[in-house]
């Protein structure tokens, strides 16, 4: 760690440095940060990008009383450096240590959480209308990437801001990329200001005078710049329109200018929007190549950007695989993501069918109304979309989706516990928000082959449906060449019993079939059933099962609450069932970033769990063969 870093223990440590030590210290964060990342990993690349712009930021506003609220908050790691947490920044996205994202509970400078993009400016003006309400005097930063304005949020909050405040800084930090590169009109808006000629010729000439007068003369080229900008696109200066002032664009690497920017824009007695350019995944060479790689991602080597081969496909590979086959005889077939093509690994799907793959920009609301549109002209849309994220677009799956029973499959990858990222990002929730809503089938595979039946199946279904799968690498079973459709609402008994029935949903099969050899052990006979579909569910099953076991164990990757194992206990006591029902699940409660099998561990879903939870009913049963543990 560099010298001048070692000393910065708070922003005051910050504010006491000169021009020429604050770049230096920009090139030390750098170099900790591609050091540090390369072991634990993380967002490098959007970090990379707003090191100066974090800085300056502090170098002027004083957090806590101030407050800086991050897009996302994936590229929050130099604000969580400079604000007291260097000493347990190499615990970033650890089991115990930091969070990757912003969070209250943190820290007193981290005003507001976030994971999910869009919030940043609502959340701001949230603040700003409370501190003028409450006679109070704190500046409220909101800064928000480029790809945050494909958002409807993000313009459902700048439609209200002028109304609400007068004193309101927005950043625009624009590096041109999401995760992949930005897309849509405004994503072409911004380029259009990025590469005008007069805004080039300012940004040089900023940079000769600042070298000449130091910071001070910087304000007059943000105005200079601003007035390009207006000159260029007059009479329509999107921003303006909003009602804030608009400034910039301005070099985001450029200290001294950003710092005398901000001092100005303090001042201002109306709402602000400051454009402020950087370079994604500056100062790493091999981040600047790959900036799709590099937004987020596990241990690399720190020289060459290297990371190991991944060994087994993961889920989403399988999916997007499968899908290029199903819609190489299916013309009715198109996807949609909601700048997630990596993620999804629709990026695999675009170069077969470019004419009907749709990045629709963050902006999961539109993505489903998208696909109902297209549902209703004949089409078989599938939305790509992490289970997350489509937390968001709840009421256009109820209210345009499933209320017309429209064909539209809904892919939720990511769905059970995502780990590192923590509590933004478990896919804890779907379940709860898709059983309940009428005409939806809902499955989930046990391993990659079911998932691409699945798949194949969906698309024979005449209304909604939606598959969850996980984050990560698939079971490696054999594939068939060609998908089989399943028949809907049937489950798959993978072995008969008679004295406890356990239903392992998903990837929890494993966690079944560990139990069940312990029950075996112990001289009992237990029955492994697949679920594959939540909903419907297989009555039939539930019938035989019920009245034949002591028990049911439920097994699913998801909140107990409203998941997959209510589901089951719903089903029985319509039945007339009082069988007992072990729910192995997510207790009732926000899990935190961590490793997978460790939360499991510590929350109780694994078979061990189950076991002690089955010993009431087991007391019951008359045994055969009793061995011994
Ligand atoms: C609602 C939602 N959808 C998708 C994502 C996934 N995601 C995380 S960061 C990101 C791109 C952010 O780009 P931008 O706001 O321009 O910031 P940058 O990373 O370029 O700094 C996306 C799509 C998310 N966090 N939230």
Redesign the pocket.
């Given at each position: 760690m560099g010298t001048l870093l070692e000393s910065i223990h708070s922003p005051a440590d910050l504010k006491r440095l000169n021009y020429v030590q604050m770049d230096e210290l920009a090139a030390e964060i750098r170099e900790y940060l591609i050091q540090t990342l390369s072991k634990t990993g993380g967002?490098l690349?959007?970090n990379l990008?707003?090191v100066e712009l974090t800085m300056a930021l502090h170098m002027v506003f004083n957090t806590p009383e101030d407050k800086i609220l991050f897009?996302?908050s994936?590229?929050s790691y130099i604000h969580k450096i400079l604000t007291g947490r260097l000493d347990r920044f190499e615990t970033i996205r650890q089991p115990g240590g930091l969070n990757g994202f912003t969070l209250r509970t943190e820290s007193e400078h981290d005003c507001y959480g976030?994971?999910?993009?869009?919030t940043a400016l609502s959340a701001a003006l949230g603040m700003a209308v409370a501190r003028d309400l409450a006679g109070g005097k704190e500046n409220v930063i909101a800064v928000?990437?480029?790809?945050?304005?494909t958002?409807g949020i993000t313009f459902e909050a700048m439609n209200n801001i002028a109304d609400q405040t007068k004193r309101l800084i927005v950043v625009l930090?624009?590096?041109?990329?999401?995760?992949?590169r930005?897309v849509g009109a405004i994503a072409r808006y911004f380029h259009r200001i990025v590469t005008n000629e007069r805004y080039k010729h300012l940004h040089d000439s900023a940079t000769r005078i600042i070298e000449k007068f130091g910071g001070k003369k910087a304000v007059e080229v943000v105005r200079r710049a601003e007035e390009a900008a207006k000159g260029m696109l007059w009479p329509s200066l999107l921003f303006e329109e909003f009602g804030l002032e608009y400034y910039g664009p301005i070099d985001g690497h450029n200290l001294p200018l950003l710092v005398e920017t901000f001092k100005f824009l303090k001042a201002a007695e109306h709402p602000v929007l400051l454009h402020v350019l950087?370079q994604?995944g500056r100062g790493f060479q091999p981040a600047l190549d790959k900036q799709k790689k590099f937004?987020?991602l596990g241990p690399y080597d720190p020289e060459t950007g290297k990371t190991e081969p991944n060994g087994k496909p993961t889920y989403s590979e399988v999916f997007a695989n499968t899908l290029v086959q199903l819609a190489t005889t299916d013309e009715r077939i198109v996807a949609i993501t909601?700048?997630?093509p990596s993620?999804t690994c629709l990026d695999l799907f675009r170069p077969h069918f470019p004419k009907r793959y749709f990045d629709v920009g963050?902006a999961?609301e539109h993505a489903v109304i998208f696909a109902a549109g297209m549902a209703t002209r004949g089409f078989r849309p599938v939305c790509a979309?992490?289970s997350?994220?489509l937390q968001?677009a709840f009421d256009p799956i109820v209210h345009d989706v499933c209320l017309q029973k429209l064909p539209v499959l809904f892919c939720l990858d990511r769905a059970g516990l995502s780990g590192d990222d923590g509590p933004?990002?478990h896919g804890l929730f779907d379940i709860g928000y898709l059983r309940g809503i009428p005409e939806m089938v809902l499955m989930a595979p046990k391993d990659e082959d079911e998932l691409a039946d699945m798949m194949a199946t969906a698309f024979q279904i005449p209304g909604p449906s939606a598959i969850r799968y996980p984050r990560g690498a698939v079971v490696g079973v054999a594939r068939k060449a060609e998908p089989e459709i399943i028949p809907v609402g049937k489950a798959e008994v993978i072995q008969d019993g008679s004295d406890v029935a356990i239903l392992g949903l998903g990837t929890m099969m494993p966690l079944a079939n560990e139990l069940a050899a312990r029950l075996e052990r112990n001289g009992y006979s237990a029955a492994v059933i697949n679920p594959r579909f939540v909903k419907p569910l297989d009555r039939e099953m539930l019938d035989l099962y019920s009245r034949r076991v002591a028990a049911i164990v439920t097994f699913e990757d998801h909140v107990k609450m409203g998941g997959f194992g209510s589901a089951v206990v719903e089903t029985l006591d319509e039945m007339g069932s009082s069988v007992p029902v072990v729910r192995i699940g997510w207790p009732d409660h926000f899990i935190e970033h961590g490793k997978v099998d460790d939360l499991r561990a510590r929350y109780g879903l694994t078979a061990d769990a189950a076991w002690l939870q089955l010993q009431p009913y087991l007391a019951h049963i008359k045994h055969r063969t009793r061995v011994a543990i």
């Amino acid at each position: 760690m560099g010298t001048l870093l070692e000393s910065i223990h708070s922003p005051a440590d910050l504010k006491r440095l000169n021009y020429v030590q604050m770049d230096e210290l920009a090139a030390e964060i750098r170099e900790y940060l591609i050091q540090t990342l390369s072991k634990t990993g993380g967002h490098l690349g959007p970090n990379l990008g707003v090191v100066e712009l974090t800085m300056a930021l502090h170098m002027v506003f004083n957090t806590p009383e101030d407050k800086i609220l991050f897009d996302v908050s994936h590229q929050s790691y130099i604000h969580k450096i400079l604000t007291g947490r260097l000493d347990r920044f190499e615990t970033i996205r650890q089991p115990g240590g930091l969070n990757g994202f912003t969070l209250r509970t943190e820290s007193e400078h981290d005003c507001y959480g976030a994971g999910h993009a869009g919030t940043a400016l609502s959340a701001a003006l949230g603040m700003a209308v409370a501190r003028d309400l409450a006679g109070g005097k704190e500046n409220v930063i909101a800064v928000a990437g480029d790809a945050a304005f494909t958002n409807g949020i993000t313009f459902e909050a700048m439609n209200n801001i002028a109304d609400q405040t007068k004193r309101l800084i927005v950043v625009l930090n624009d590096n041109e990329w999401a995760i992949d590169r930005n897309v849509g009109a405004i994503a072409r808006y911004f380029h259009r200001i990025v590469t005008n000629e007069r805004y080039k010729h300012l940004h040089d000439s900023a940079t000769r005078i600042i070298e000449k007068f130091g910071g001070k003369k910087a304000v007059e080229v943000v105005r200079r710049a601003e007035e390009a900008a207006k000159g260029m696109l007059w009479p329509s200066l999107l921003f303006e329109e909003f009602g804030l002032e608009y400034y910039g664009p301005i070099d985001g690497h450029n200290l001294p200018l950003l710092v005398e920017t901000f001092k100005f824009l303090k001042a201002a007695e109306h709402p602000v929007l400051l454009h402020v350019l950087t370079q994604k995944g500056r100062g790493f060479q091999p981040a600047l190549d790959k900036q799709k790689k590099f937004h987020g991602l596990g241990p690399y080597d720190p020289e060459t950007g290297k990371t190991e081969p991944n060994g087994k496909p993961t889920y989403s590979e399988v999916f997007a695989n499968t899908l290029v086959q199903l819609a190489t005889t299916d013309e009715r077939i198109v996807a949609i993501t909601a700048a997630m093509p990596s993620g999804t690994c629709l990026d695999l799907f675009r170069p077969h069918f470019p004419k009907r793959y749709f990045d629709v920009g963050i902006a999961e609301e539109h993505a489903v109304i998208f696909a109902a549109g297209m549902a209703t002209r004949g089409f078989r849309p599938v939305c790509a979309i992490y289970s997350t994220f489509l937390q968001r677009a709840f009421d256009p799956i109820v209210h345009d989706v499933c209320l017309q029973k429209l064909p539209v499959l809904f892919c939720l990858d990511r769905a059970g516990l995502s780990g590192d990222d923590g509590p933004t990002h478990h896919g804890l929730f779907d379940i709860g928000y898709l059983r309940g809503i009428p005409e939806m089938v809902l499955m989930a595979p046990k391993d990659e082959d079911e998932l691409a039946d699945m798949m194949a199946t969906a698309f024979q279904i005449p209304g909604p449906s939606a598959i969850r799968y996980p984050r990560g690498a698939v079971v490696g079973v054999a594939r068939k060449a060609e998908p089989e459709i399943i028949p809907v609402g049937k489950a798959e008994v993978i072995q008969d019993g008679s004295d406890v029935a356990i239903l392992g949903l998903g990837t929890m099969m494993p966690l079944a079939n560990e139990l069940a050899a312990r029950l075996e052990r112990n001289g009992y006979s237990a029955a492994v059933i697949n679920p594959r579909f939540v909903k419907p569910l297989d009555r039939e099953m539930l019938d035989l099962y019920s009245r034949r076991v002591a028990a049911i164990v439920t097994f699913e990757d998801h909140v107990k609450m409203g998941g997959f194992g209510s589901a089951v206990v719903e089903t029985l006591d319509e039945m007339g069932s009082s069988v007992p029902v072990v729910r192995i699940g997510w207790p009732d409660h926000f899990i935190e970033h961590g490793k997978v099998d460790d939360l499991r561990a510590r929350y109780g879903l694994t078979a061990d769990a189950a076991w002690l939870q089955l010993q009431p009913y087991l007391a019951h049963i008359k045994h055969r063969t009793r061995v011994a543990i």
